[in-house]
């Protein structure tokens, strides 16, 4: 459960950390970052995997996080690349790639191990260099974006001015993200550790 924790710390940190340099440098540099961050995180799982000291891996396995914060973001920044009349589309099209390599990710874990013991290194290490291609591929496919809006650039419609109460939703929206992600990430850190006494593979774990 340790390295899954740091990895979502990691994501917390590196939602953080990719917002203000949006605002700062833009969200395609911003973004650029934040992968970037997360192949340097990718290559410390893999130096674990095949020997390195295993305190690399909650280091590597946070900066992972972070890049997975670029990767959650990266809608908005699909959002910024069109005309307003399909940033809707534009925005849906990126949250459906992403479920569909959620879904196709755990199949590809066995495949992975494969992979690395080709190349004679431990098998444990598939998953970590899958992991690290594919954050290297989105830095790759980061720099292609164009923005035509800049990220600080208000919104053509009328926003209401926010009073004090205009708070409330924020913190129930905050409060019920909170909720869910507990939830989702007790599922994720007790049913592999259950699957694996059951003598199962990690094509079933993960």
């Not at 954050?135 to 790759?140: D, H, P, S, T, Y």
């Not at 409330?168 to 939830?183: I, K, N, R």
């Amino acid at each position: 459960g340790l390295p899954n924790t740091a990895g979502v710390l990691g994501t917390a940190a590196g939602a953080l950390a990719v917002g203000r340099w949006t605002v700062r440098r833009g969200r395609a540099q911003a973004l650029r970052t934040g992968y970037g961050v997360g192949v340097a995180g990718g290559a410390l799982t893999v130096l674990t995997a095949v020997g390195a000291h295993v305190a690399l891996l909650f280091v590597g396995m946070f900066l992972l996080g972070a890049g997975n914060a670029a990767s959650l973001l990266s809608r908005y920044a699909a959002a910024d690349a069109v005309p307003a009349v399909r940033r809707g589309s534009a925005m849906s099209t990126v949250v459906w790639a992403s479920t569909a390599g959620a879904v196709a990710g755990p199949f590809l874990m066995a495949p992975s191990q494969s992979f690395a013991t080709a190349f004679s290194l431990p098998a444990v290490s598939g998953p970590f260099l899958l992991a690290l291609a594919t954050v290297f591929a989105a830095l790759v496919a980061s720099t292609y974006i164009r923005s035509t809006r800049r990220a600080d650039e208000p919104l053509p419609e009328h926003q209401p001015r926010t009073t004090g109460s205009g708070r409330t939703p924020l913190v129930l929206a905050a409060s019920v993200m909170v909720v869910g992600h507990l939830v989702m990430v007790a599922l994720m850190s007790s049913v592999p550790v259950h699957t694996h006494q059951h003598g199962e593979g990690l094509g079933v774990v993960a």
